[in-house]
Structure formats: structure tokens, C-alpha cells
């Protein structure tokens, strides 16, 4: 049974940070791209940063310098570390995982970013 169990969300002030956990299992991960996304309130879901199986990153430009996106194979784990966090990076934050045309989704967490 595939899993993907994000954790690490909450309430943070403005310039603060956060790192969200996503925790894999079900299938063989270091095959996957992982990626984070988030949706906000009457938005559309959009893509924040993304880690290949090789682990080459790619990012938002709304994120770049503030977020960083990791992975740990031998714990079948991603992780996006947030800094510097926005009042607009508030979001309910989505692990996705890709290999080909299968896709896995978790449940999301919530990010809320207080002025």
C-alpha cells in the first residue's frame, strides 16, 4: 500500500521557518521524483520544488533562496526546509511522488504564515 504522510506543517510568524517531512512507503523511492506542492484558498495547485531521482532540484521563482527541497533515500524521505517564510506562502503543502505516469499523493499539511 503506497503512502505519503507529510508532516512539519503550522502556524509561523513572518520570517520564520519551517521544514515539512514527507515520509514514503509502498514502493521502491529512490526510483521517484519527489516534489512538494501547495495550494492556497481560491488557487490553483502549483508546483514549489521538485528533487529527481538523481537528485537534481528545480524551484519555484516565487521560493528560490528561501526554500530548499532534500531527500533521503535510505529513509525513504523528502524534505523541504523553508526560511524567510511570507504571509503568501501560506498553503495547505502537498508531497507528490512521480515515476513515468504513476502518481502518488499525500494528504497535504497546512502552512499558515501570520503578518
Known amino acids: 500500500q503506497v503512502q505519503l504522510v507529510e508532516s512539519g506543517g503550522g502556524l509561523v510568524q513572518a520570517g520564520g521557518s519551517l521544514r515539512l517531512s514527507c515520509a514514503a512507503s509502498g514502493f521502491t523511492f529512490s526510483n521517484y521524483h519527489m516534489a512538494w506542492y501547495r495550494q492556497a484558498p481560491g488557487k490553483q495547485r502549483e508546483l514549489v520544488a521538485e528533487?529527481?531521482?538523481?537528485?537534481?532540484?528545480n524551484y519555484a521563482d516565487s521560493v528560490k533562496g528561501r526554500f530548499t527541497i532534500s531527500r533521503d533515500n535510505a529513509n525513504n524521505a523528502v524534505y523541504l526546509q523553508m526560511n524567510t517564510l511570507k504571509p503568501e506562502d501560506t498553503a495547505v503543502y502537498y508531497c507528490?511522488?512521480?515515476?513515468?505516469?504513476?502518481?502518488?499523493w499525500g494528504q497535504g499539511t497546512q502552512i499558515t504564515v501570520s503578518s
Open positions: 507528490r511522488s512521480r515515476w513515468g505516469f504513476v502518481n502518488y
Open positions: 528533487i529527481t531521482s538523481g537528485s537534481s532540484t
